[in-house]
Each structure stands twice: as structure tokens, then as C-alpha cells.
């Protein structure tokens, strides 16, 4: 991998700026250069909260990222705002619990809808849909092993004194719902 640029996004409080500061802690523990940018605002009052995260192997000059190689979309305004972004042949993850299903995307992007919401309710950790999500973009992309990202996961949440043992069925099911 020489570079990576990720766009998490979605409505307040539904996990996108955890999502990505996981991606970008798993990077940086494998000696990446990373960089994590939030975007404040509106966005605390329901608007599109997201992140940039870039992942690299050389030295990041620019915190914003412009053409995306993937978008992690937890709805549909993410979609609306961010995919004309992508890349072609870039992967947009989204939350079809929330989009909706006869939604059309871009025939040039690789399209993964995830029922998150209600995978998360079902296995009784409502708050889990991003790690739902994180489970799929890892089986999907290979941009980390699934076991070391599930790790990362649990030790995000546990470096916060937050440990949730319902996160690891969560992210095991995001992936083998995209298998």
C-alpha cells in the first residue's frame, strides 16, 4: 500500500469519528504515516459529521483529501456530499439500513451495502454499526487482516475504559455479511 484516502461520514453521534480514528490507530501501530482530520460544525446539530483519514508509507503533505479511494458512508447525505469524490474503481461502503434501496451509484465504484443498524440490534449493540461496518471494509478492501483490526477495535474501546464485549460479534458479522 503507498496511500489510501478515506472519507468517513455520516450524521452525528452514529460512530463515524471513532471509525476513523480506529483506522487511523491501526495504521500508525504498523508504522504508517497517518493522518485523522475531523470536520466540526453544523454537523453537531445533525448535520454530515465526518473524517478524513489518510494512511501512508511516505510522509502525508496534505490533510485533505480530495480523491478518495474509499468512503465509509453511514447515509445517505454522506453519499449525496462525498461520491463524486471517489476515485474510479474506489469502494463505497454504506449503511443500507438507512439508504435508500433503490438508491443509484456511480457504475465506476465499487458499491457495498451493509445493513448495519440492524445487524448491530440484532446481536443487541445498537451503537455498534460502525464497528458492523469496519468488519465489512476489512474483509472487503484487505486493507488490515480482519483479527488484527477486531483487535484494534477492543483495545480502542479499552484504552477508553469502555471494553464491550458485544463489538467483536459486531464487527464478525459486518464481515461475513460482505463473504
Known amino acids: 500500500m503507498a ?15 471513532v471509525a476513523g480514528l ?8 504498523e508504522d504508517k504515516h497517518i493522518l485523522w482530520y475531523p470536520s466540526y460544525g453544523v454537523e453537531m446539530r445533525g448535520g454530515t459529521a465526518n473524517c478524513n483519514v489518510k494512511i501512508s ?3 502525508i503533505a496534505s490533510p485533505f483529501a480530495t480523491e478518495l479511494d474509499i468512503l465509509f458512508a453511514m447515509n445517505e447525505a454522506s453519499i449525496n456530499k462525498f461520491e463524486g469524490r471517489l ?9 443500507s439500513s438507512v ?3 433503490d438508491r443509484q451509484f456511480r457504475p465506476d465504484v465499487k458499491a457495498v451495502g451493509v445493513p448495519a443498524n440492524e445487524i448491530a440490534g440484532e446481536l443487541g449493540n445498537p451503537k455498534g454499526a ?21 483487535r484494534t477495535v477492543d483495545a480502542y474501546f479499552e484504552n477508553k475504559g469502555k471494553h464491550n464485549p ?14
Open 3 to 17: 496511500k489510501t484516502d478515506i472519507i468517513c461520514a455520516g450524521f452525528g453521534g452514529q460512530g463515524v469519528l
Open 22 to 29: 480506529i483506522l487511523a490507530t491501526a495504521a500508525m501501530d
Open 57 to 59: 508509507d511516505e510522509e
Open 87 to 95: 476515485l474510479p474503481n474506489a469502494y463505497l461502503f454504506y449503511n
Open 99 to 101: 439508504v435508500a434501496p
Open 130 to 150: 460502525n464497528i458492523v461496518m469496519l468488519g465489512a471494509l476489512a474483509k472487503t478492501t484487505g486493507l488490515f487482516g480482519l483479527d488484527y483490526l477486531k
Open 166 to 179: 458485544k463489538n467483536a460479534p459486531c464487527f464478525d458479522r459486518g464481515a461475513a455479511y460482505v463473504s
